[in-house]
């Protein structure tokens, strides 16, 4: 397939995507632009139409996946607008099973891999709206005393930071087999939250 067979807008995406299958095989280590065209099935020059260079496309696959955690995460709040009990549980939950169904892209996601952020708008403004996106689902809870009060901000890094090491844990099979063996992930999700809220969550 060369450059031709796609629609406008079409490539870029399906380099991404090509990006993504080789990082579920072999990691970052092993991506580059050219093994994403062979991947692709296009010319070794195309993915520079779209690409500077490797950390611009690391940078996109980055971009997509807060793009679409983002989609997951409104979906939630959606169906728990009115239950923040439920709704903080499952956020955190929906986040972990993002990170369960896409490790290698989760994990450059919330790595240093890109070097100069700042250099890719797309990537800051997505990160900066997911981050938006729960500071949300916090002032929801505070304003009915699941969480405390305090800047939402910080409360958010809080929350935030337990779930991730949660996460991190599981997908480097650090949580000890003792614990897996009695306790189910999102058992320890909601063991994890109920650290920082002020009732109890279920």
Not at 10 to 29: F, Q, S, T
Not at 115 to 132: A, G, L, Q, T
Not at 184 to 189: A, S, T
């Amino acid at each position: 397939m060369t450059t031709s067979n796609y629609h406008h807008g079409d490539l870029k995406n399906a380099l991404i995507k090509a990006g993504v299958k080789i990082l579920a095989k072999e990691g970052v280590g092993g991506l580059s632009l050219r093994k994403v065209a062979k991947q692709a099935g296009v010319s070794h020059a195309a993915p520079y139409s779209h690409f500077a260079d490797k950390q611009a496309l690391i940078a996109a696959i980055s971009t997509e996946g807060f793009k679409q955690l983002y989609i997951q995460i409104e979906e939630i709040r959606a169906a728990h607008r009115n239950r923040p009990e439920a709704l903080l549980v499952e956020t955190a939950w929906a986040y972990m099973q993002f990170a369960f169904n896409e490790p290698d892209r989760f994990k450059l996601m919330f790595s240093s891999v890109l070097e100069k952020e700042k250099e890719y708008p797309d990537f800051v403004e997505s990160s900066k709206k997911n981050f938006e996106q729960i500071v949300e689902v916090i002032e929801a809870c505070q304003s009915v005393g699941i969480l405390r009060s305090g800047p939402s901000d910080l409360t958010t890094v809080s929350v935030w930071s337990m779930v991730h090491g949660l996460v991190m844990l599981a997908l480097e099979g650090q949580i000890p087999h003792a614990v897996l063996d009695q306790y189910n992930l999102k058992e320890m999700l909601v063991f994890t939250l109920n650290q920082l809220t002020m009732v109890e969550l279920s």
